[in-house]
Every structure is written in structure tokens, then in C-alpha cells.
């Protein structure tokens, strides 16, 4: 089993629309939880930080559930500019980022 | 406010031969990790470096080593290149001990191509 596992899509979504990514993880000892956003061919970028009380930033909510080891990623209102591959992320420990394979989103006009 | 570097930012290489990839990191920041992204997967973290000595390593051979300088850069060698390091490598810098401790940043990346 991977330690961190994503649906890799694709999802292809209209501009408007509401999509949800979902994210297990093997390690219940996982201490810190993200989601990264990458675009094609470029780096990585932190998106949000993912708390047990849940958080949220304009149009993005993410979720964390430690007692099924699962992370969710919601997004409303979808733009043409959210079209990415949405990576999750758990920290095992304090060092290391263990990475799923990426969530694709086209956002379709 | 420099973010994290790398370079080059393409190497190619052939079978056998050696390379050497140079990252700085953001200013502040004090640890620098290392990761390997191959084409269509996630990035899969190779070591990381803090006070100049390699304090936790992920599932890679001992082809793959680093170094970090006393000015908080760093360096990831591989030696005996195979077809299969082929990907993109990314550098990664955080602070030790901050109040973000975890959260890591990107740079850009070398992209590898061994032939």
C-alpha cells in the first residue's frame, strides 16, 4: 500500500463548478498535512496547510480526518486558473514530505 | 526576498557518468531537502540536509548523496547515472525550529535526462 494515495483523475469540471479531492494516508503517526499545487512542468507550491478543525481560504476548504487517515480537498467555484495537479502531502515526522501522485483538475470554460 | 534556486536548470547526461545539481535556499531558511519527481508521479523525497550533516533519508541508493555548506546551500550528487534517473529533481527549503517548521519550499528544479 502507498503511504499517501489520491484518485488521480483526470477531473474535468466546468468553470463554476465544485470539485472535492480525497487523500488516504498509512502513517497514523503522520504529524503535518498539506495540499501542494503544481502546474505543468513547474514546482510545487503550498496551497494550504490541513488542521483537524478543518480550514479554509476563499474558495478552497480542506479537511483532515485522523481517525480514518483522510484528507479532503474542496473547491468552489472553480476557475479557469485552478486547472493543476493538486498534490497531498504528509509529514510522517518532522523532516520529510511524503508526496501522493497528484490529482489532475481541468477547469473547462 | 530570493526564493529558492537551483541549478541548471537542464542536464543531460549518459549512462555511467556523474552528476552534481547545486540548490540555495530561501533566505532564512536552514534546511534543504531533496526530491525525485519522475513523469506523471508525485515527488519522492531523497534526503535532507541540517548543520551540514544529512538527517533523515528516504528509500535511495547510495548513488545519491549531498552536502551542505556552512551558508545553508546545498548539493546532490549522483554517481553511475542509470536511464531510470531520469526526472526532475526538486530542492526544497524550510526553517528548523520556525513557527512553519514543516512547510517546505520549491524551487524550480533541475530537469535530468540520462541517455
Known amino acids: 500500500r502507498k503511504e499517501v494515495e489520491q484518485d488521480p483523475g483526470p477531473f474535468n469540471v466546468p468553470e463554476g463548478a465544485t470539485v472535492a479531492f480525497n487523500c488516504t494516508y498509512s502513517?497514523?503517526?503522520?504529524?503535518?498535512f498539506f495540499w501542494y499545487r503544481q502546474d505543468c512542468r513547474k514546482e510545487p507550491k503550498l496551497l494550504m496547510s490541513v488542521y483537524s478543525s478543518g480550514n479554509e481560504d476563499g474558495r478552497f476548504t480542506a479537511q483532515l480526518n485522523r481517525a480514518s487517515q483522510y484528507i479532503s480537498l474542496l473547491i468552489r467555484d472553480s476557475k479557469l486558473s485552478d486547472s493543476a495537479t493538486y498534490l497531498c502531502v504528509v509529514t510522517p515526522n518532522n523532516n520529510d514530505m511524503r508526496f501522493g501522485a497528484g490529482t489532475r483538475l481541468t477547469v473547462k470554460p | 526576498d530570493a526564493g529558492v534556486t537551483q541549478s541548471p536548470t537542464h542536464l543531460i547526461k549518459t549512462r555511467g557518468q556523474q552528476v552534481t545539481l547545486r540548490c540555495s535556499p530561501k533566505?532564512?531558511?536552514?534546511?534543504v531537502s531533496w526530491y525525485q519527481q519522475a513523469l506523471g508521479q508525485g515527488p519522492q523525497f531523497i534526503f535532507q540536509y541540517y548543520e551540514e550533516e544529512e538527517r533523515q533519508r528516504g528509500n535511495f541508493p547510495d548513488r545519491f548523496s549531498g552536502h551542505q555548506f556552512p551558508n545553508y546551500s546545498s548539493e546532490l550528487n549522483v554517481n553511475a547515472l542509470l536511464l531510470g534517473d531520469s526526472a526532475l529533481y526538486l530542492c526544497?527549503?524550510?526553517?528548523?525550529?520556525?513557527?512553519?517548521?514543516?512547510?517546505?519550499?520549491f524551487g524550480a528544479g533541475t530537469r535530468l535526462s540520462v541517455l
Open positions: 502513517n497514523s503517526a503522520s504529524q503535518s
Open positions: 533566505s532564512g531558511h536552514d534546511t
Open positions: 526544497a527549503s524550510s526553517l528548523t525550529g520556525g513557527r512553519n517548521k514543516n512547510i517546505q519550499y
